[in-house]
């Protein structure tokens, strides 16, 4: 009987116990502790838990590498783009359903490519200019060509206002392309 009541006992304090831990998963680390990991190059980060500094910035480093390696395969994206709807138009004269979801796509990529470089979407000044359906589509080619090669030769550290222009001009570009066709341009 002794035995049983000890049992009973003993996995009352651990239940309570385990209990008390349950509700402070995260107790406050004594101030020698924090001083240590820090000493230490440890920074306590939620997200990144308690990394040394030159790990972190590593990730960091890899993560903004791998953001630039897609953003040059969307800019690929884009000239391969360009050049489908050139085709397309150059042997039918007319754009079909599937060159505007083309031309929705350049415009959704050059997008993409204008918020990496930290660049906003600016209206043009002359809208009163009317631009013929091929040199509309000759404009986006020269313009995705430049976008890609900028991205190509050019390190992740730069930021060019020439590829924040051509983007620009990629979108204007295809929103007065889907305009015309409204139109019935």
């Given amino acids: 009987m002794l035995n ?17 831990i349950r509700q402070n998963p995260n107790p406050r680390p ?28 590593r990730m960091k480093r ?10 040059v395969e969307t800019a690929a994206q884009l000239l391969d783009t360009s050049v489908d709807i050139a085709k397309s138009y150059k042997e039918t004269s007319v754009l079909n ?7 929705s796509a350049m415009e959704k990529l050059a997008r993409k490519i204008l918020a990496h470089l930290g660049g906003d979407v600016v209206e043009p000044k002359d809208e009163k200019e009317t631009v013929s359906v091929p040199d509309a589509i000759d404009q986006m080619i020269i ?9 190509t030769t050019d390190t992740r550290y730069v930021v060019s206002t020439e590829m924040i222009t051509e983007s620009n001009q990629i979108i204007h570009l295809a929103q007065h392309l889907r305009r015309g066709s409204k139109h019935g341009n």
């Fill in 143 to 151: 313009a995705a060509e430049n976008i890609k090669k900028h991205l």
């Fill in 30 to 57: 004594s101030s020698n502790k924090s001083s240590a990991n820090s000493e230490q190059g440890k920074i306590d980060d939620p997200e990144q838990g308690a990394l040394p500094e030159e790990v972190r910035l």
């Fill in 62 to 71: 890899e993560r903004e590498e791998s953001d630039y390696r897609k953003t």
């Fill in 97 to 103: 359903d599937e060159s505007f979801k083309k031309i």
């Fill in 4 to 20: 049983t009541l000890l049992i009973i006992v003993f996995f009352f304090f651990a239940s309570l116990d385990s209990l008390s």
